[in-house]
């Protein structure tokens, strides 16, 4: 898949749970078109490596998530399933404002701070499943779905 912001994406299933297994509610979910979505090319990047990479949206559409970043460096090639990523997802709570970023990041070890990505793809649409949990015990459960534009 190329990366660009001609890519049509839906961020579902944005649970975010806080240490004691409440639910932060609503459940997040979003439309829209992404900055990136999909593999970099060495060139593409500064360090010569290759990354999956999701950034999201390209513009805010007014819905409840403001902004997702996600990369990992080993989701790439035929790589499928990962331990080793970096995700931060602003949202916006229910009064209007916008609560710190959500972040989990597993390339740079700390307690507690650990979770899984995994990839598919199939007919042209790639799917990031993303669980994991940061140093106070707060859980994500995140489902993006990267695919071709759609005609408006």
């Known amino acids: ?90 949202v916006k709570a229910a009064n209007g404002g916008a609560p710190p970023a959500y972040v989990v990041d597993t390339e740079r070890p700390a307690p507690k701070n650990f979770g899984t990505a995994s990839l598919s793809t199939k007919d042209g649409v790639t799917t990031l499943r993303v669980l994991g949990s940061d140093t106070l015990g707060q859980t994500i459960d995140m489902t993006v779905t990267c695919g071709p534009s759609r005609p408006s």
């Open 1 to 90: 898949m190329s990366l660009g912001p001609n890519l049509r994406s839906d961020v579902s299933r944005g649970h975010l749970a806080s240490g004691d297994g409440s639910a932060r509610p609503p459940v997040h979910a979003t439309l829209g078109v992404a900055r990136r979505c999909g593999e970099t090319d060495p060139l593409q990047s500064f360090t010569g490596d290759r990354r999956f990479v999701v950034e999201f949206p390209l513009d805010y559409n007014g819905g409840s998530i403001f902004d997702v970043a996600f990369h990992s460096k080993t989701l790439v090639g035929a790589v499928r399933e990962t331990g080793t990523f970096f995700v931060s997802i602003t």
